[in-house]
């Protein structure tokens, strides 16, 4: 499975994104899907996940109630919606899927808020 993030950009501080990650290759499995993301000097930390059916969403305390995961299997395409970003949001985002672990990584996008 090969995973190609995209989206990121600068945006004002109470701004929004939309980030997609497109998987190709082999995408039949019944995988989870979610989103991470690696701020400059910190470790990657979880943001968001989703099982196959994308009947269950996940979120960290910190982005729950401003982001909002969702995935398309028929596009193969999983989404991330960004509202009231803010400074501390400024980080690598990467999509990743597998199951159980996360097998797969996309490369990564930058979001970058500013204040």
């Known amino acids: 499975v090969q995973l190609q993030a995209s989206g990121g950009g600068l945006v004002q501080s109470g701004g929004s994104l939309r980030l997609s990650c497109a998987a190709s290759?082999?995408?039949?499995?019944?995988?989870?899907m979610g989103w991470f993301r690696q701020a400059p000097g910190k470790e990657r930390e979880f943001v968001a996940r989703t099982t196959w059916s994308g009947g269950a969403t996940y979120y960290a305390d910190s982005v729950k109630g401003r982001f909002t995961i969702s995935r398309d299997n028929a596009k193969n395409a999983l989404y991330l919606q960004m509202n009231s970003l803010k400074p501390e949001d400024t980080a690598v985002y990467y999509c990743?899927?597998?199951?159980?672990?996360?097998?797969?990584w996309g490369q990564g996008t930058l979001v970058t808020v500013s204040s």
């Open positions: 990743a899927a597998g199951y159980p672990q996360y097998d797969y």
């Open positions: 290759g082999r995408t039949s499995g019944n995988y989870r």
